[in-house]
């Protein structure tokens, strides 16, 4: 049976608040083997337990900027397209609550940044200002990352340097362990994460699922499923003890 993957998506907010969700994570996630369930951001933390108990994994997909002030991080950014309260509230109890059970996770671009916020990252609120005169992250930029020898996405990936589209202008400065930096583009900027003692929890800043058909990419998306896939088997087997 194909693992169940839940996916994050963004809050539109107004007169009918509504789950928006780019069908691009979800078309990776079927063709990696696994069978996509898009989630909104609604209920409290019981809600979310119960969630992460019946899904094999979980995509934290891209979205807008983080609320800084609500998280304790300082001021927000002028330039800061701000993530509604209930779903930057809800995302990260579902981040959390996925980690804590070894539940497999792939975050991708705001989601790698939920990920290391989760647990003591510091965030760069804006490159421009903060990282100036590098190279441009926005818009759907191309540019080369090098991943990390020996680390998991070094195994995933199996490649050394990969090309990878970017949307961002907020990135993450450093993580705190047990997370470690995977991979920083040519001018030390970290690119992805990954945690150590999980059984799947990797984020990266770039979009895998806008990268070409065929590509170093698509193995993110089957290690997750993969991952998910077993984490499924061993629940079924500890349920029939």
Avoid at 46 to 74: C, I, N
Avoid at 91 to 106: E, K
Avoid at 110 to 128: D, K, N, S, T
């Amino acid at each position: 049976m194909r693992p169940l993957i839940a996916i994050n998506g963004l809050l539109a907010t107004g007169e009918r608040p509504r789950l928006e969700l780019a069908t691009r994570y979800a078309d990776a996630v079927l063709k990696a083997g696994g069978l996509p369930v898009a989630i909104p951001p609604c209920g409290g933390p019981s809600d979310v337990e119960r969630l992460v108990e019946r899904v094999d994994g979980l995509v934290l997909s891209g979205g807008d900027d983080f609320d800084t002030a609500r998280l304790g991080l300082g001021p927000v950014h002028p330039s800061a397209t701000l993530t509604p309260a209930a779903k930057q509230d809800f995302d990260f109890l579902l981040a959390r609550a996925a980690l804590r059970r070894d539940v497999p996770v792939l975050g991708i671009c705001y989601g790698m940044q939920l990920l290391g916020l989760a647990e003591g990252a510091r965030i760069l609120q804006h490159l421009p200002e903060e990282w100036p005169g590098r190279a441009e992250h926005r818009s759907g930029a191309v540019h080369p990352v090098a991943v990390v020898p020996g680390t998991r996405l070094a195994r995933i990936l199996r490649e050394a340097r990969v090309e990878v589209v970017s949307r961002h202008h907020q990135a993450l400065a450093s993580v705190a362990a047990p997370w470690v930096v995977a991979a920083r583009d040519d001018e030390g900027l970290v690119e992805a994460i990954e945690r150590d003692g999980h059984p799947f929890a990797i984020g990266v800043q770039w979009h895998p699922e806008l990268a070409p058909e065929g590509s170093a990419h698509d193995r993110l998306f089957q290690g997750l499923v993969g991952a998910a896939a077993i984490a499924a088997t061993n629940r079924a087997l500890a349920e029939r003890r």
